[in-house]
């Protein structure tokens, strides 16, 4: 199924994010980085698509509309998980993943959601915290979980806020894989906000880059990235180099202080 997203706007009374944000049909398979400042609007976006923000517009996946429909009444097709962490309860994790697998697909039976289960601690690697109470975990850990918890209905559409901002370097590296192989191999979608500029040109099909001011730019990472757009979305002077692996990476080297960057204020 492919993702469309034509003409979204939206405010927060008076002031104005987003306006009339239209994209090419995203295509299933794709994994976009969704990437911008501070306070630009990429949160917001992610809310909007998944239907827990107001907005004007278009956000359909397939023939379903999204923006308006709440993701518990998206019969499990679309997935978000928030920039905030998931709460520090007392369920262990492998219940907090059950229920999640029940809510999402009550139409399995139990063997059928403790496969799921199972099959994505495996995945992610993380069958060393099923047993743990979720209060006992730590930042980074609770991270892995909230992603799994997204995960295991096995959504056609992710929507993930900054899934990698607690965690360490290998982390980073698992989910972000695990991620690519689900859009690749079940040709879903994923739009994933992210400060990590080089983990974004690594993974991504396609970059989303907001700047301030409503400004933005979507295609194949190395075209969305330059000096200019740096600049121009995070106020930097950067330059785009290449690894010996022939890698895109991008160098931030100083920030432009002349004015503040409007998006700050
Ligand atoms: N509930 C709200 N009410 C009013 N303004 C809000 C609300 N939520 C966000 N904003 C404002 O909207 C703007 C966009 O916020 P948003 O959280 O979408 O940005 P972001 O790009 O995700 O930022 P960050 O990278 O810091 O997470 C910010 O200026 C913020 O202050």
Same mark, same amino acid.
């Given at each position: 199924m492919s993702l469309l997203i034509e003409g979204l706007g939206l405010s927060y009374g008076a002031r104005s994010? #987003? *306006?009339d944000l239209t994209l090419p049909v995203v295509e299933a398979g794709s994994l976009v980085g969704l990437l911008g400042p501070n306070g630009v609007g990429k949160s917001s976006l992610l809310r909007a698509i998944a239907g827990l923000q107001a907005c004007r517009g278009v956000a359909q996946l397939g023939p379903s @509309? =999204?923006?308006?429909?709440?993701p518990w009444r998206q019969q499990a097709q679309v997935a978000y998980l928030p920039q905030q962490l998931p709460q !520090?309860?007392? +369920?262990l994790a492998y219940e907090s993943l059950l229920a999640a697998a029940r809510a999402r697909c /009550? *139409? +399995? !039976?139990s063997h059928e959601l403790t496969a799921r289960v199972e099959a994505i601690l495996q995945r992610l690697g993380i069958?060393? #915290? !099923? +047993? =743990?109470r979720m209060d006992r975990l730590s930042g980074g850990q609770r991270q892995l979980l909230g992603l799994a918890q997204a995960l295991v209905g096995e959504p056609q559409l992710l929507l993930l806020d900054? /899934? @990698?901002? !607690? #965690?360490d370097l290998h982390w980073q590296l698992r989910v972000l894989d695990c991620v690519a192989e689900r859009c690749r191999n079940e040709q879903a979608i994923a739009l994933v906000a992210c400060h990590d500029l080089n983990l974004a040109l690594r993974f991504c099909t396609h970059l989303l880059l907001l700047a301030p001011g409503g400004a933005y730019r979507f295609g194949a990472p190395a075209e969305v990235l330059d000096a200019a757009w740096l600049r121009r979305a995070y106020a930097i002077e950067a330059r785009i180099e290449h690894c010996s692996l022939g890698q895109p990476l991008v160098l931030a080297d100083s920030p432009l202080l002349k004015e503040a960057p409007p998006h700050a204020q």
């Open positions: 994010i #987003l *306006q @509309t =999204l923006s308006g429909v709440p !520090a309860v007392s +369920l /009550p *139409q +399995l !039976a069958e060393h #915290l !099923a +047993l =743990l900054e /899934p @990698t901002s !607690a #965690l």
